[in-house]
C-alpha cells in the first residue's frame, strides 16, 4: 500500500499520527510525507529569523522521519500562515501531487474540529485550508481527467485514493493500537524535541496514541 501523508507543518503527522505511521513503515508500506509549509511562523520569540526556523523545524522533521522509519519527505514552499490566502493554486497542487504519487490512502488534517468544542472547523486557517483542498483533491479533482487537462497532458494519471484518514478532529471513529511499539517512536508521538532542548520543546502537548479518524472513499 501507498500511503500519502499530507500536512500543513514539519511535527503535525508525527505527533498526531506517529503510532500508525510507524505500523505502516513496520508492515513494509510506503509511506511518503508532503509538508505544505515549514513552520516558519510557529515561534514565539522575535528574535529568531523564518530562516532559522525553517532549518530547526526541518531539522526536527527529518529526525522524526528518521526514526519512524519514513525515507520519503517533500517540503513545499508555501508561507506557513498562508495556505488559506492560496487561493485555487492550493488544491490544484494538491491533485498534482496525488496524481503523481498514486497513493492508495491519504492522512491529513480533519478541516473540522467537531464537538464538544466551541468551533465546528479547526482554529488554525493552514489545517483547516489544506484539510479542505485535500479533500476536495481526492473527491472528485484528482479522478476527474477534465479537471486540470494540462496536468494529464504532461503526464500524469487521473487517480481515485481508497481511503483517507483524518487527523486532529474530535470525533476520532477508529484508532490505531500502537502499545509495544518501540520507545524510540513513542518519543517521537510525544512531540519534540529530538535535537535536545529546542526552544520548540512545550509547543506540543504529549500524546499517548494516534488518534485518527477513518473514512472510506
Ligand atoms: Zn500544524
Do not use: N
Not at 109 to 137: I, K, N
Not at 189 to 200: C, E, M, T, V
Amino acid at each position: 500500500m501507498r500511503v500519502l501523508v499530507i500536512t500543513a507543518h514539519p511535527d503535525d503527522a508525527d505527533v498526531h499520527a506517529g503510532g500508525a505511521v510507524a505500523r505502516w513503515v513496520d508492515e513494509g508500506h510506503e509511506v511518503h510525507y508532503l509538508l505544505f509549509t515549514s513552520g516558519d511562523k510557529g515561534h514565539g520569540d522575535p528574535a529568531i529569523t523564518p530562516d532559522e526556523l525553517i532549518a530547526l523545524r526541518r531539522g526536527e522533521q527529518r529526525a522524526a522521519a528518521a526514526i519512524l522509519g519514513v525515507p520519503g519527505l517533500t517540503f513545499l514552499d508555501y508561507e506557513d500562515g498562508g495556505l488559506s490566502l492560496a487561493g485555487p493554486d492550493l488544491v490544484g497542487t494538491v491533485t498534482r501531487l496525488i496524481r503523481a504519487e498514486q497513493p492508495d490512502l491519504v492522512l491529513t488534517h480533519d478541516p473540522f474540529m467537531g464537538p464538544p468544542r466551541y468551533a465546528d472547523y479547526q482554529l488554525h486557517p493552514d489545517h483547516r485550508a489544506l484539510g479542505h483542498a485535500v479533500l476536495d483533491a481526492v473527491y472528485f479533482r484528482a479522478p476527474g481527467p477534465l479537471y486540470y487537462p494540462e496536468q494529464i497532458t504532461g503526464g500524469l494519471r487521473p487517480h481515485r485514493v481508497r481511503e483517507v484518514w483524518l487527523i486532529m478532529g474530535h470525533h476520532a471513529d477508529h484508532a490505531v493500537e500502537v502499545s509495544g511499539i518501540r520507545e524510540e517512536v513513542a518519543a517521537v508521538a510525544r512531540g519534540p524535541p529530538l535535537g535536545g532542548g529546542s526552544p520548540l520543546e512545550t509547543r506540543t502537548k504529549p500524546r499517548p496514541r494516534a488518534s485518527l479518524e477513518a473514512r472510506a472513499d
